[in-house]
């Protein structure tokens, strides 16, 4: 199994549609970034969880789950650095990989010590859009994709049948 440990903010500061929609209104980003994550996570079936550190949220640890995406806001004397480097080291097993999304350096060489891997902003960013266009075409596809009958049948039976169903005479 995949696991994603998404930097919240580092990320929203790093995608276009987000860093301008963070200087309006900041959790309206947050809300999107969750929305597209739950879109990526459908995809790609890994467990996404997406760190919020204190800055801007503060009070105690808080937890929650949208979609099937976890949201941790970090407690107020913790980063979201701290959290994801704790979370790396407690999730990298035999049987899980860790991911690690944030483009900061400080951040990524910690986690490489910790057997993670890392996806800069912008690699995440680019897999988002790769993976839009991918549900796009399959979406197209399956618009156009016709039925077809296990029993050959011409088209003046089926025809008549598809009436009958209809409740057509």
């Not at 209104?25 to 550190?53: C, G, N, P």
């Amino acid at each position: 199994m995949n696991v994603l440990l998404v930097d919240g903010y580092n990320i929203i500061g790093a995608w276009p549609e987000l860093k301008k929609l963070k200087d309006e209104d900041l959790k309206q980003a947050r809300d999107l970034l969750v929305e597209m994550m739950a879109e990526y996570q459908s995809y790609t079936d890994d467990r996404i969880i997406i760190v919020f550190d204190a800055y801007h949220v503060r009070g105690l640890e808080h937890k929650q789950k949208n979609y099937k995406i976890e949201i941790i806001y970090t407690k107020e004397n913790e980063t979201a650095d701290e959290r994801i480097e704790k979370l790396a080291g407690q999730l990298n097993d035999v049987r899980t990989q860790v991911y690690v999304a944030t483009s900061d350096y400080a951040e990524q060489r910690t986690i490489f010590a910790q057997g993670a891997f890392r996806k800069s902003a912008r690699e995440l960013y680019i897999e988002m859009k790769n993976i839009e266009q991918e549900i796009i075409k399959d979406v197209e596809y399956h618009k156009h994709l016709q039925y077809q009958s296990k029993i050959p049948i011409n088209k003046e039976i089926r025809d008549i049948f598809e009436r009958w169903r209809r409740g057509d005479k």
